[in-house]
């Protein structure tokens, strides 16, 4: 039997794990409406909680929900405008950066790896996926947007490493994903230069596209499957 769990991202970067129905108990303003912390299933819950736009990661002994992009305190009523479009919340970078790096790795799982983020902010690449008998290992970046807007690639393209770029935009209504090689990246990138100053853009003419949107099967299964 699968556990249920809730996943909670702080502003500050600290996360926490609860059991779902406990959690839901002692915090019953993000029960779906119409059902019930006790009486409803576990399934009927984090089908309500998906609708209300959260993520789901699912592996094979757990079912982690992840709130979305919100400030903790706030409802499924801001939960629901928020995925309609209709809220004009402004959020930190480093919450757009842990939706997306979130949503990576629930993708990711999905094709049946096992991801482990690293540690935030560290040089290097964001996430580790390796497959079912550890016989390869893929090191992914992973850029987060809160909408379709260039992604900054700093003032040199020597930290532009790893086996895949994820590129994830419009992270707090509908993600959207781009799969990119660091040599298309750096390919594709835009120098800029300003005062003197020289920085790095990828324009989204250059990554939102047919050949890479929704391109995991670019990095493949990590599981038998087909």
């Given at each position: 039997m699968k556990r249920f769990m809730v996943l909670i991202t702080h502003k500050e970067g600290r996360v926490e794990i609860h059991p779902m129905k406990a959690w839901l108990r002692r915090?019953?303003?993000?029960?779906?409406?119409?059902?019930?912390?006790?009486?409803?299933?576990?399934?009927?819950?984090r089908s309500g909680l998906k609708k209300l736009g959260w993520m789901v990661q699912e592996t094979d002994t757990e079912v982690r929900l992840m709130m979305p992009s919100q400030a903790y305190t706030s409802s499924p009523q801001v939960a629901r405008k928020q995925r309609d479009g209709a809220s004009s919340i402004k959020l930190e970078a480093q919450i757009v950066g842990n939706i997306g790096l979130?949503?990576?790795?629930?993708q990711l799982s999905s094709f049946g790896w096992n991801v482990m983020p690293t540690a935030r902010n560290a040089r290097g690449v964001?996430?580790?996926?390796?497959?079912?008998?550890?016989?390869?290992?893929v090191g992914v970046q992973v850029k987060a947007l809160s909408k379709r807007a260039p992604v900054p690639l700093g003032t040199t393209l020597d930290?532009?490493?790893?086996?895949?770029?994820?590129?994830?935009?419009n992270v707090t209504s509908a993600p959207r994903a781009?799969?990119?090689?660091?040599?298309?990246?750096?390919?594709l990138a835009h120098r800029g230069e300003k005062g003197g100053h020289v920085s790095y853009w990828l324009q989204p003419a250059a990554y939102d596209t047919e050949e890479f949107a929704e391109g995991w099967s670019r990095i493949g299964r990590g599981d038998d499957a087909v």
């Open positions: 915090n019953p303003k993000f029960v779906p409406s119409g059902m019930h912390p006790s009486s409803s299933t576990s399934h009927q819950l979130y949503y990576a790795c629930y964001d996430i580790i996926a390796y497959n079912r008998d550890c016989s390869r290992f930290n532009i490493m790893g086996d895949f770029w994820i590129i994830v935009n781009f799969v990119m090689l660091p040599a298309e990246v750096k390919n």
